[in-house]
């Protein structure tokens, strides 16, 4: 069963931070939606926790002044989902997170919680890291904020120091302002299966149907989630045809490093990199203002 030998909780991000420096060995605990399946399965044993859940500031989404969307990292995919500021300004962080689980699920899963798990499978992973997404930590020495992309470093390994507390995910309005997107889940199921494949497609078009700017995240096509650096600066500023898509997608597979599971071989997520990336820019494209194409 769980195995839980303590309990602590906090208020403020401060007092967490002060717990945590004299207790290193707590694990952080959110929703549980991760941590709790790990110490039932035994993967976590004598579990001494600090629950995070009555901290106030760090639920919720904010829009800054200058446009920059703060997320806090106790924000469940739900109410990711049915945020009007979410909804309105990044809708494929909505599709996202609603392809995430089921809705028991996204009602008590947070994003700060999936972020941190560090799964590469994580639903929330490509499309943060398409946009550019920025974490702000806080420890008991002070704040930093880490590029989402440099903040897995491998499988279920992230960059949290000892002691650290996510606090905010930072989305800068140029990653998203005239942008379209679309996210899709490649899964054995419908619901509540986590992805065999996840593909997410930021881009901006300018005059004469030309890609200004395509950002790609994959998810499980390699240990941590990626970018496709080189399909990405391929498209800049060509016209956009199905040629130009079929070659991105190609491009994109030179990027991964999938592995063969029991969910799918490596070839047949290389497969899927290539065609779902086309599809994925086909809907983007028109969604930022494109010509759609056949
Ligand atoms: C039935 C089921 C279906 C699921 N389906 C999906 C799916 O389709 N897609 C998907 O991506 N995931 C899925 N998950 C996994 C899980 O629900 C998500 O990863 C979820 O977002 C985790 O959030 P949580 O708040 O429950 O995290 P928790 O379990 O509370 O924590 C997860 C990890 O993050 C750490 N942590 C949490 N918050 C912070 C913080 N602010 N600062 C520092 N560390 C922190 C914890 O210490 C722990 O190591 C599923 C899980 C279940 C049980």
Same mark, same amino acid.
């Given at each position: 069963?769980?195995?839980? +030998? ?7 991000? &401060? ?23 790990? /110490? ?16 106030? %500031? ?16 106790? @924000? ?8 009007? @500021? ?12 609603? &392809? /995430? ?19 590469? &499978? ?13 974490? +702000?930590? +806080?420890? %008991? ?12 470093? $491998? ?24 942008? $379209? ?10 619901? /509540? ?10 881009? !901006?078009?300018?005059? $004469? ?17 990626? !970018? ?26 030179? &990027?991964?490093?999938?592995? %063969? ?16 990336? +086309? ?16």
């Amino acid at each position: 069963m769980f195995d839980i +030998q303590g309990y602590f909780e906090a208020e403020t991000v &401060s007092e967490a931070a002060a717990i945590l420096a004299a207790n290193p060995h707590l694990k952080i605990i959110a929703g549980g939606t991760d941590l709790l399946i790990k /110490m039932h399965k035994g993967e976590i044993e004598k579990a001494e926790l600090l629950s995070i859940r009555n901290i106030k %500031s760090l639920e919720g989404i904010r829009e800054l002044e200058n446009g920059t969307i703060v997320i806090g990292p106790l @924000t469940t995919f739900t109410q990711i989902v049915k945020d009007p @500021t979410i909804k309105e300004k990044i809708p494929v962080l909505a599709e996202a997170a609603n &392809s /995430m689980g089921g809705p028991q699920i996204r009602n008590v899963a947070t994003i700060g919680g999936n972020i941190c798990n560090g799964a590469t &499978s994580a639903d929330s992973a490509s499309t943060l890291l398409a946009l550019n997404g920025k974490l +702000q930590l +806080q420890g %008991s020495q002070g704040e930093r904020v880490v590029p989402i992309e440099e903040f897995y470093l $491998g499988p279920g390994k992230v960059d949290l120091k000892p002691g650290e507390i996510l606090t905010g995910v930072i989305i800068s309005p140029e990653n998203f302002v005239d942008c $379209g997107g679309h996210y899709i889940k490649y899964s054995m199921r419908k619901a /509540m299966d986590i992805a065999t494949l996840g593909v997410s497609v930021i881009c !901006r078009i300018k005059e $004469g149907n030309v890609f200004d700017d395509v950002r790609i995240g994959l998810g499980v096509a390699g240990p941590t989630p990626l !970018r496709c650096r080189e399909a990405e600066a391929y498209a800049k500023e060509k016209v956009i045809s199905a040629d130009l898509l079929a070659e991105i997608g190609k491009l994109a597979v030179k &990027s991964t490093r999938a592995r %063969s599971s029991w969910r799918a071989s490596r070839e047949y997520r290389e497969h899927l990199v290539e065609e779902l990336c +086309q599809r994925a820019l086909k809907l983007a494209v028109v969604r930022a203002g494109g010509a759609g194409i056949a």
